[in-house]
Every structure is written in C-alpha cells, then in structure tokens.
C-alpha cells in the first residue's frame, strides 16, 4: 500500500511538528485529526516529507477546513517572531472551509449584505474627505483625530468604497470599545453586512457568524483583536481604532501585537491599513505619515481645573458633581482602580493582605464580603483580624469605583450613580441596559475605570472628575507620561460634546500635564527627544520571563541565559532579576530585558541563548 508522509503541527500545542501519514495525498493548510498518547487532537498539514525511520501513525480523519498560503505565511511570522509553537500560532487563525461546491449565488449574497441597510450615503465635511484622500494614499497611515473629530464617519465612508469594489473590511477596535452603540451605528448604515466578533460572542452565536463570513454576506467585520484572523477571503482594508491602546498585545504565548500584525498583514494582502487615534502612540506618530483632525464635531469648550490631592472624593469632587445634578447635567468619576479600596492594611503592624500565591496585595470586593486576587484569581473572605499581629482594626488604601458608588449613595441619595467597570459589567446586556440608562439620563453620575474612556458618546456630560492621574505617571515603564496623558485627553473627551463641560483632574503634576492640553502632538515631538537612542521607536526591545514554583530554579535559568547573550556584541542587557512582581499563581518569577538596534539581532540573540523556562515577550508593554 502507498503512504504519503506528512509534517502535522498540532493546533495549540507547545510540541514540534510531528510526522504522521496518509494513504492519500493532501493539501499543505489541510486540517487533519491525529491521535497523540491516545488523545484525539486537530493538526495543520505544513509539509509532506519522506518516510521516516521510525515507524508513523496514521491520520484519522480529514477536515473540509484549510489554512490559506497566506494564512501558513501569518503563523509562520508569528511563531519565529514572538517566539511560539508553530501550533500555537496557527491556533489564533480560524482556517477557511472548502465547500465541495457553492453555497450561495453571487447574486444572493450581494442582496442579503445590504438587507435593513439605510438609503442615505454618508456625507463629510471637506476637512473630512481631505483626510480619507490622504489615508487613499498610503499603504500605512495614521488618522490623528480629537475626540469627536469625525473619525469614525471617514471610516465608514472608506468601508463604502471599499464594498463598492466588491472588497471586504476588518474593523478592529479594543474589547470595551465594541459597544451597542457602535454595533449601531454601522448596522444602520451597513445593514446585514456587519458581523460583530468579541469574547461576549457564544460559542453558538459565532458558529452563526461564521457562517456569514463563510458565505460572503458578513462585508464589514468589527470586532476585537481575535477578528483580524477571521478568515476573509477578498480583503479590502484593515482599520484598527484607538491603535494606541494596550488591549492590542496579548499578554500569553504567542504575545503578539494587533496592530503590528495588522501592518504585516496589510502588506501580506497588499491592502491599506488605516490606525486611528485621538492620542496616537509614539511608535506610529514616528513610523507612518499621519493626517490631522483637530476640534470636535460640537463647537463645546472644556475647561480643565486641577486640585493637588492625593487620589480622594474631596469636598470640592463632592461640590462639583451636587452642583451639575442641581443644573440637571451628568458627570463622570474616574476611578484608575476596581473594586473597594484596593488594599487591606493593618493599622497596628502596617502588613499588607497579600495573596498566598502572588506578591501583591489583595483587592476588597465588600458586595460580595470577599477579598480577590486580580492576577491569579484566588479569593477569600474579608478578614477581621490581622494575619500578623491579630490586630482588628484594618484599613484600606488607595479608593475603588465600589466604594465612591457606595460614598454617593449614602451620602446624596437624590443622585442616581451607575458603575462602570469590569465587575458591574460583566455581559454584553449589562452594558447595553447600563448605557441606555445613562443616555436616558436615568443616572446622573456615572462612576468607573478605563471602559468610561472607550468608544461611548455621552452627550450631557457636564463634569468629569478624573482622580488617580498620579499614579499612571509614577510609574516604572518608559511610556508612563504618553499613557497618563492619554488617558486624561481620552477621559476629558468624552464630556463636552454638545455644551460647555468642567474637567477637575487630581494631580500634583500639574505643570507637567497642563501645557499639552489640546497640544498633543507638541508632546510627542517632546517625547522623541527623551526616546532617541533609549527606548522604541529607535530602538527593539525584548524581555524575558522566567516562573518557577522554586525560586533558585527560576534564578538559575535566568543567570545561565545571561551568560549565554553576553556573547553576541549587537544586543545590550539593560538588566535583570527579580519581578517587580516577585510572585504570580505561586510561581517565583525572574526577567532579563535586552535592547537593540534591530529586532532580528534580538531574535537571532535570543534563539541561540535560550533555556527551557524562557519565555519571550518581544516588543514589551509591560515591566512587572
């Protein structure tokens, strides 16, 4: 009997590539099931190979689903690049299904995508179209927009051109900016066209979805980073909104970027790629030509008022917002921390409560009289007694969105407070209840973390109140003064809209921020003279991992790794040692991080020097 021999990389699997074989040819991309120490799993053909010495086991099954030339191409980079499996990276892509014959008519499909769509084209203004001209003209371009600018109209009015082609887009935005609104927003204009992909999705919504995308209905697909490996077949245009934004890298193997891939994929398709922001990040400031869209659509002003104050509802917080509820407007409270109070500390010893298996300090959720652990997840109840010195008197520092909730409540019963943050929201029906509450002016003070600052439009807000600036700034990360600063143009975007609005910001940092208010783009300018010859864009960084439930396993691994990079003369250790996070899921934790001119004398440093507990993260944005 003839066999075919083949490379199978095993979806989701650490492991190498492993042989199998067939009694039939396949396609390389074909999806196959395998056995592996008796367990069923889904492989990827990748290659076909001459028989091997060893004896092989046979395919079980052949799939009708198939990765493209391009897709293998997508896995491939992923895996040399941000150093995983073959498997793993293949497992982010969803494979194309080859239909053994046409499921739909041309002709059919075209009809369905514009079913409920609405008749009225989308007008702009000519500053507008000025500036999708110039996106039309670049491979790469960055759409630089304040708050309210219009960008999300330019958008739209690219995925018209682009469907008039006969093309397809990919719309990608951050988790908390896939919101009802915008959902429709583009429904309404684009109809049936308009998948949605997020991780609120059901498992049988997406088999739904997928089927649309599958048959060519599904023109306009939105949704998260995930979205960017659906597979589209007849791609047109990648935008990626709010492209500063940290939810785009994935903080496990593969630890890709979004945005990055979405740059590599666009010259892959030889398509344009559209990166949008009101606080765009340094990396694509420097890198791609931008078009600048300054104001927003309502002629508001904002007027900023700082208080030196450490992060606290003090009485002119308290003022402000009984003074926009007696004028019948809303306001919104930035809190930078979910939860109570974030930390339990004992009054008499000073110990801090810490999780048993992370070196951090425990978050109080009183709603549910317990205290968690937002790194591994591991809950308890709230203690009465200090675990040290069993002293009964425990505080709290630092505030939380549950505690100013609660503050409100109490004490300005007539205000009716919403919270926003990821414990209050926690399914796609609890955001669209707690937003048509809000726009109804049903809540008149709306209390919550980051997802405040993400894609919503809130047309009656007065006041914003953002407290806990301090902190963002102080922290050990070379982008701490872009991402406080962001974060305060973001959050002080979202008031204003349609009249005059106060933004009381709690900073002792007032000089700092003050003079790039309006003015961002004099602070990036700023910034490239602080980044130049340190940190990206000029320069490649990579930073190293090392977990262990010993703490000596863990350090030896690392100093054997150093060892090893100080023999390659292009890469500089900046350092190494413990995590600032000594401790997560009670794993001992160590880092090195290394500099470079160029991220291939990284990875070729990195390859030759590796050891078993090594994890890479390339291209970092985070330090702990």
């Known amino acids: ?310 992060e606290e509802i003090t009485e002119r917080v308290e003022s402000a917002i009984a003074q926009t509820k007696a004028n019948d407007e809303q306001a919104m409270l930035f809190i930078p921390t979910r939860a109570n109070f974030k930390y339990l500390i004992c009054e008499s010893c000073g110990h801090t409560h810490s999780c048993p298996y992370c070196s951090v300090g425990m978050s109080v959720h009183r709603k549910s009289n317990a205290i968690k652990c937002h790194y591994c997840n591991f809950s308890e109840r709230i203690p009465s007694a200090c675990s040290e010195c069993g002293h009964e008197m425990l505080t709290s520092n630092r505030l939380g969105t549950a505690e100013a909730v609660h503050f409100f409540e109490e004490k300005y019963p007539d205000i009716a407070v919403g919270q926003f943050d990821r414990d209050a929201i926690s399914t796609q029906n609890k955001l669209k209840k707690l937003l048509k509450a809000f726009n109804a002016k049903e809540i008149d003070l709306l209390i919550g973390t980051q997802m405040l600052s993400k894609g919503h439009d809130y047309h009656d807000v007065t006041l914003a109140v953002i407290l806990g600036l301090d902190n963002q700034l102080n922290m050990s990360d070379y982008r701490a003064r872009e991402k406080a600063l962001s974060l305060l143009i973001q959050i002080a975007g979202r008031s204003g809209r349609k009249k005059a609005a106060k933004v009381l910001v709690q900073s002792f940092n007032r000089e700092f921020f003050e003079p790039y208010l309006g003015r961002y783009e004099q602070f990036l300018e700023d910034e490239k003279q602080f980044r130049k010859g340190l940190y990206p864009p000029y320069k490649k960084l990579a930073r190293i991992l090392f977990a262990h439930k010993y703490a000596n396993k863990a350090e030896e691994a690392m100093q054997q790794m150093v060892e090893n990079l100080r023999q390659f003369n292009a890469i500089e250790i900046i350092g190494y040692g413990v995590s600032q996070i000594e401790k997560i899921a009670n794993k001992y934790r160590y880092q090195i991080l290394l500099r470079a001119d160029r991220s291939i004398d990284l990875i070729q440093a990195i390859k030759a020097s590796q050891v078993d507990l090594a994890e890479i993260d390339m291209d970092p944005i985070e330090f702990m």
């Open 1 to 310: 009997m003839l066999l075919y021999f083949f490379e199978i990389s095993l979806l989701n699997s650490p492991l190498s590539p492993l042989t199998y074989s067939s009694e039939t040819l396949l396609d390389i991309g074909r999806v196959v099931e395998v056995s592996l120490r008796s367990r069923l799993l889904s492989g990827v053909v990748i290659n076909a190979c001459e028989q091997p010495s060893f004896t092989t086991t046979s395919i079980i099954k052949t799939t009708e689903y198939i990765y493209s030339s391009r897709q293998i191409r997508i896995a491939k980079f992923i895996s040399e690049y941000y150093f995983s499996s073959l498997g793993e990276a293949f497992n982010l892509l969803v494979p194309f299904l080859k239909y053994e014959e046409k499921r739909y008519v041309e002709e059919v499909a075209s009809d369905l995508t514009m079913e409920n769509a609405s008749e009225s084209s989308i007008v702009l203004s000519s500053i507008q179209k000025s500036a999708l001209d110039f996106l039309g003209q670049h491979p790469v371009a960055l759409l630089f927009g304040d708050t309210g600018s219009g960008k999300t109209e330019i958008y739209m009015k690219y995925f018209e051109e682009i469907l008039q082609q006969g093309k397809r887009a990919v719309f990608l935005m951050p988790e908390i900016s896939l919101t009802p609104q915008m959902q429709i927003r583009l429904e309404e204009h684009f109809g049936n066209a308009v998948v949605m992909w997020h991780s609120k999705v059901t498992k049988p919504q997406k088999k739904k979805l997928l089927e649309r995308i599958y048959n060519g209905t599904a023109k306009i697909i939105a949704g998260a980073r995930s979205a960017l490996f659906l597979p589209v077949e007849d791609l047109g245009l990648i935008v990626v909104d709010e492209e500063h934004d940290d939810s785009y890298k994935a903080n496990a193997r593969p630890r890709y970027h979004a945005r990055d891939m979405a740059i590599y994929m666009g010259k892959l398709y030889q398509v344009p790629v559209v990166l949008g922001s009101a606080t765009p990040s340094m990396s694509s400031y420097v890198k791609f030509p931008h078009v600048r869209l300054k104001g927003g659509h309502f002629a508001s002003t904002r007027d900023f008022i700082f208080e030196s104050s450490r």
